[in-house]
């Protein structure tokens, strides 16, 4: 066994056995975690746009495009949404327990089906910090653990924010350990991670093509993909034009960086020629690119 694997095993190890305590807890006890952790992350602003300032210089210095250099960005305004994300999630009804089908066979045997944790889930994914939270906090709710291991150009931002979590876990009485982030950035983590049959449940990869397919071929757990985004809206001749107008501009305009901002608009030959000038209008009052 190599060194890394080795660490990759004992990180993922100790947040298996912490999982269990997220996976007994109580509703009220996972919420009072989220909120805590929201409020860490507010108290803790200055570190993490400290940490985020060094990975945005070692980018600029790699060359990164500014797309990319934008993913990965902190400010003041993206901090604050991160910490609302984490109350949002705490206010979503609890999954756990729930039914999901019940029925009585003619022999009286009772069938239920209920959502359970799933135990330790892996997650990774790339440039966007916000996804470290937005990840640990989906499976505190669901109350599993998970182990996270980001992309190297935020590494540093990374660890600001998963300490800041850490923080809002203690809080509430839950051990840090269940939500843990692979400190390092080695790129043999990956596929040591999906190796780890008995310990890792299942794990999920979040970004490009090359990462999702170097997941799946390398994995020996269950794997849960997403594909690629190319994102369409299509307004319909019979659409109220004035909510399509703020739909396309919310899906375009509000994180053009994000992977699933809007590519692709279709337009009804009906309206298109009411509604395509003033839409282009619109798009390019905000510097959108129109490729026509």
Partial sequence: MSDLLQRVTAIARTAKQASRALALASTAVRDDALRAAAQA??????A??????????AAQA???????T???????????DIAAACEAVAKLPDPVGEIIEDWTRPNGLRIVRRRVPIGLVAIVFESRPNVT???AALCLKSGNGCVLRGGSEAINTNIALSKSFA???RAAGLPAEAVTLLPFTDREAVPALGSLRGIVDIIIPR???SLIEAVV?????PVIKHDAGICHVYVHARADLAMAEQIVLNAKCQRPSACNALETLLVDAAVAGKFLPKMAAALAAKQTEIRA
Avoid: F, W
């Avoid at 992350?41 to 200055?46: K, Q, S």
């Avoid at 993490?48 to 210089?57: F, G, K, P, S, V």
């Avoid at 934008?70 to 604050?80: G, I, V």
């Fill in 41 to 46: 992350l507010r108290a803790d602003e200055v």
């Fill in 48 to 57: 993490i746009l400290a940490a985020n300032t060094q990975d945005l210089a």
């Fill in 62 to 68: 790699r060359g990164l495009t500014d797309a990319m």
């Fill in 70 to 80: 934008d993913r990965l960005r902190l400010d003041h305004a993206r901090l604050e």
């Fill in 133 to 135: 939270i937005d990840a």
């Fill in 167 to 169: 923080t809002g876990l």
């Fill in 207 to 209: 970004g490009g093509p």
């Fill in 217 to 221: 071929n390398s994995a020996k757990v």
